[in-house]
């Protein structure tokens, strides 16, 4: 059985490499195909997180254990086999390659070929430069403090200027005099 992988990226728009691999391939053999795919350096520290269909992380399976809490199961890349994991299209993953940043490529089994084996992962399309394996960190904070602002902003103004109410104090809208009775009935 042979999957076809996605991988996209938030960061690059124009970014895209499909991977053919065989189903009987590991993890790892995966992560050298990105990363021979992309141009990283296989040697750094990198996971594949199976996600829900919101991309949200649910399992980790990683190149290294790194002692993890012990009533945590841990996954291997060079222990995992693919199909143990996979086995519907559309299955996403992440490929967490820089942990410091938390930045990923974003992957998807886009389709399953029964009736065929493939020996060796390969390459078949490739589109755009890959997102940087390595980026300043304090460059990516201030990019990603930017980021933030502007989504802020933008949603600050979708809520516009009568969102908090009005500027004016209206004395009426106070009771003192029931404020002072569920104060000395709460004291009591």
């Excluded at 995966?30 to 992309?38: E, G, S």
């Excluded at 790194?66 to 890349?77: K, R």
């Excluded at 940043?101 to 029964?114: A, G, H, N, P, V």
């Excluded at 930017?146 to 908090?164: I, P, T, V, W």
Aim: proline residues 1%.
């Amino acid at each position: 059985m042979i999957f076809t992988f996605r991988i996209v990226s938030d960061e690059v728009d124009n970014f895209k490499r499909e991977i053919k691999i065989d189903a009987d391939a590991t993890f790892l053999d995966l992560k050298n195909a990105i990363c021979d795919a992309v141009g990283y350096d296989k040697n750094e520290m990198c996971s594949f997180f199976l996600c829900d269909d919101r991309w949200e992380k649910e399992k980790e399976i990683t190149l290294e254990d790194m002692g993890s809490d012990s009533s945590q199961e841990v996954y291997l890349m060079d222990d995992s086999v693919l199909a143990d994991f996979i086995d519907d299209e559309g299955q996403r993953l992440m490929f967490t390659f820089d942990y410091l940043t938390d930045r990923s490529l974003f992957i998807e089994m886009k389709e399953l070929k029964t009736g065929q084996n493939l020996l060796d992962p390969v390459c078949t399309l490739s589109l755009g430069k890959a997102p940087a394996q390595h980026v300043d960190f304090e460059e990516f904070e201030a990019k990603t403090d930017a980021k933030a602002a502007a989504a802020a902003a933008a949603a600050a103004e979708d809520l516009g200027e009568d969102f908090y109410g009005s500027d004016e104090y209206n004395s009426d809208e106070f009771d003192l005099e029931g404020f002072d009775e569920l104060s000395m009935d709460d004291n009591l």
